[in-house]
């Protein structure tokens, strides 16, 4: 089992920053592909970025590179998204995922969610 807890979530306005973290607990992690996914309201939750554990390897989606930044804190068992020129349509419910198979799922662990709220 592996617990995730995210935190860092909030309201910014567009243009700003805000670093979303994620600690992970419970089996070793460095197996596993950590993700972050996005939803909002009516629409299907979607893919943000992935590290895997082992190597550091990074997957961003078109739309936010340049801009958002997935890392991870080998000592802290934690992962991060910095988010920078945060635009409107960022405005999501943020999730934490992991899997051991594929760093765009399906995932077997997920986090709460944090909100982030970006205001024009």
């Known amino acids: 089992q592996v617990q995730l807890v995210e935190s860092g979530g909030g309201v910014v306005q567009a243009g700003g920053s805000l670093r979303l973290s994620c600690a992970a607990s419970g089996r070793t992690l460095s197996s596993v592909y950590m993700a972050w996914l996005r939803q909002t309201p009516g629409k299907e939750r979607e893919f943000v970025a992935a590290i895997k554990w082992n190597d550091g390897s990074t997957y961003h989606v078109p739309s936010v590179v340049g801009r958002f930044t997935i890392s991870r804190d080998n000592a802290k068992n934690t992962v991060y998204l910095q988010m920078n020129s945060l635009k409107p349509e960022d405005t999501a419910v943020y999730y934490c995922?992991?899997?051991?198979?594929?760093?765009?799922?399906?995932?077997?662990?997920w986090g709460q969610g944090t909100q982030v709220t970006v205001s024009s």
């Open positions: 995922a992991a899997t051991a198979t594929y760093y765009r799922g399906p995932y077997d662990y």
